[in-house]
C-alpha cells in the first residue's frame, strides 16, 4: 500500500491536493497511477483509505474513501538516547529502524567520546526529520516519533525519572568490582552484566542479567535505552548514569558498531516488553462507520 503523510485527515468524500513533497514521491519514486488505492496518515494517530483520484507529472488528487481506525503501536513506549555521532551519517542510516522497531523518542546527546553540533543543528534536525517522515510511511506506523537535540548529559541522566520509565545503559559492566563504570566484561563473577558470557548450565539464566532484575518488580511499559559513540562512554558517565538510578547492561563480549547495537537492543526490548507479547492486532485496521 502506498502512503502520503498530511498535516490533517479530511473527511470522508474530500478531494485535495496532497502537499507538493508527497505529491513528487507518489509520481516519480513510487509510480502511482489513476484510482490508486493509498493510506492517508497524519503522523499522529490519524489514517484514512483514499484513492487517486487525478494524477500528472506535478500534482496528485486524492480522494479520501474512508477513515479508519487502526493498532500499530507497541504496548511499551520505547525512548532511545543516542551519543552524537562522530559521523552523522552513521545516524542517517540509523534512524529507519527505530521508526521501525517502534521507538517514540530519540533524544541525541553530546559525549565525551562523540561528535559534536556545533553548527547547521536546524538543517540537521530537518534531515532528520524528513528521514524519520519517509520511515513512517514506509512501515506504516500512525505516530511520529520525536526527535530532540541539545539535550545536556545531565538532563538526559533525569530523562527515566522524569518519564516514570526503566532506564537501560548499554556498557560494559561488571558488578563486583567497586567501581560501577569498569568495563571489565570477561568477569567470572555469577552476576555479571553480560548475558551472553553467563553461564549456560545455570539453573536460573536470567539471574544474571541485570535487566530480569531490574524488571522484577513487574513488566515495564516505559524504557529508556541508552548507547554511547563510537567510542562508546567514558566511565565517568557510565558512572554518573549508575548513580543516577539507570541499570548498566552488557551487550556481550564482542565490540559492536553503534547501529548494531543501537538496532539490536530496541528489538530486544520489544521482545521481551513489547511487540513481541503478542497482544497486537493480526489485522489491525477497522473501517470507522
Given amino acids: 500500500m502506498k ?4 498535516d490533517s485527515i479530511p473527511s470522508v468524500g474530500t478531494v485535495f491536493p496532497a502537499p507538493t513533497d508527497e505529491a513528487f514521491h507518489l509520481v516519480h519514486v513510487l509510480r502511482a497511477k489513476q484510482d490508486e488505492a493509498v493510506e492517508v496518515l497524519d503522523g499522529r494517530g490519524g489514517v484514512a483509505q483514499g484513492r487517486i483520484h487525478h494524477i500528472s507529472k506535478r500534482t496528485c488528487d486524492i480522494e479520501i474513501e474512508a477513515v479508519t481506525r487502526a493498532e500499530r503501536e507497541s504496548p511499551l513506549w520505547l525512548g532511545v538516547v543516542a551519543a552524537l555521532p562522530v559521523q552523522r551519517n552513521t545516524f542517517d542510516s540509523l534512524l529507519p529502524g527505530l521508526v521501525q522497531l ?9 559525549t565525551a567520546f562523540g561528535g559534536r553540533l556545533k553548527k547547521d543543528r536546524d538543517k540537521y534536525q530537518k534531515r532528520l526529520a524528513d528521514i524519520t517522515r519517509q520511515s513512517l510511511k514506509q512501515c ?12 545536556t548529559w545531565p538532563e538526559t541522566l533525569g530523562l ?30 555469577p552476576a555479571s552484566s553480560d548475558p551472553a558470557s553467563s553461564d549456560p548450565a545455570s539453573s536460573d ?16 511499559h516505559r524504557v529508556w535505552l541508552a548507547f554511547g559513540p563510537e567510542g562508546g562512554f567514558s566511565d565517568e ?43 497486537q492486532d493480526t489485522n489491525p485496521t477497522t473501517a470507522v462507520k
Fill in 3 to 6: 502512503r502520503l503523510l498530511v
Fill in 102 to 110: 517502534g521507538v517514540n523518542h530519540v533524544a541525541l546527546v553530546q
Fill in 140 to 151: 506504516g506506523r500512525l505516530f511520529l516519533p520525536e526527535i530532540s537535540l541539545g539535550a
Fill in 160 to 189: 527515566p525519572a522524569a518519564d516514570e520509565a526503566m532506564g537501560f545503559l548499554f556498557h560494559p559492566y561488571n558488578p563486583a568490582s567497586s567501581d560501577p563504570a569498569s568495563s571489565d566484561p570477561a568477569s567470572s563473577d
Fill in 205 to 220: 539464566p536470567a539471574s544474571s542479567d541485570p535487566a530480569s532484575k531490574a524488571a522484577d518488580a513487574g513488566r515495564p
Fill in 237 to 279: 558517565e557510565a558512572a554518573e548514569a549508575h548513580a543516577a538510578g539507570w541499570t548498566l547492561q552488557s551487550m556481550g563480549p564482542r565490540i559492536l558498531k553503534m547501529e548494531t547495537a543501537v538496532i539490536g537492543a530496541a528489538y530486544w526490548a520489544q521482545a521481551r516488553w513489547g511487540d513481541g507479547l503478542g497482544n
